[in-house]
């Protein structure tokens, strides 16, 4: 493989991304779902399905987890959509107001994912330390949890700026 055909690939992949972004900024076929009630509706369903995954695991197995993860899969496109993909595009293919709509939503984000990863980290502390006896605590984690639990906390971290963008902008 040549240095120019390596760099020829990398401007495609660059125009590519550059076409995308401007055909869903432009496309109003969702413009239906850019309203901000429209908006914190889709966000109120990623986070539903975000908090069923785990239980949809560990009752249904990795069949109804899969289904709730499509699910909140098809939710999060259309929030992104519904966003114009703000809080996603490289930051040179935005104007000045989208970049700083960006950073907030990126800083919005950060505070939400590290208090959730505070909380959950405080509810597992407390479960182990009201246990019967702490120092023994039988702690039996099967696959499909570890694996809904993965995919909530990928599924949150994705999406937390999108989410952030969605609920807090009035216009986008």
């Keep these: 493989m040549t240095v120019r055909g390596s760099e020829a690939r990398r401007q495609r992949k660059e125009q590519a991304v550059r076409d995308s972004i401007d055909g869903i900024m432009r496309d109003t076929r969702y413009d239906r779902l850019r ?57 040179e293919l935005l104007d000045e107001r989208q970049r700083a709509l960006q950073g907030s939503a990126y800083l919005g984000a950060y505070r939400v994912v590290s208090s959730v990863a505070a909380l959950t980290a405080l509810v597992a502390f407390t479960t182990v ?36 963008v969605a609920w807090e902008q009035e216009h986008i």
């Design 35 to 91: 309203g901000l009630r429209a908006r914190r509706a889709l966000v109120l369903a990623y986070g539903l399905l975000l908090v069923a995954l785990l239980p949809a695991y560990l009752s249904w197995g990795a069949m109804g987890g899969t289904a709730v993860m499509v699910v909140g899969i098809v939710v999060l496109a259309l929030l992104r959509v519904a966003t114009r993909v703000v809080a996603d595009a490289p930051p």
């Design 129 to 164: 330390l009201l246990s019967a006896d702490p120092d023994t605590y039988p702690l039996v984690v099967g696959i499909d949890a570890v694996t809904g639990l993965l995919l909530t906390v990928i599924g949150l971290t994705l999406a937390a700026p999108t989410c952030v």
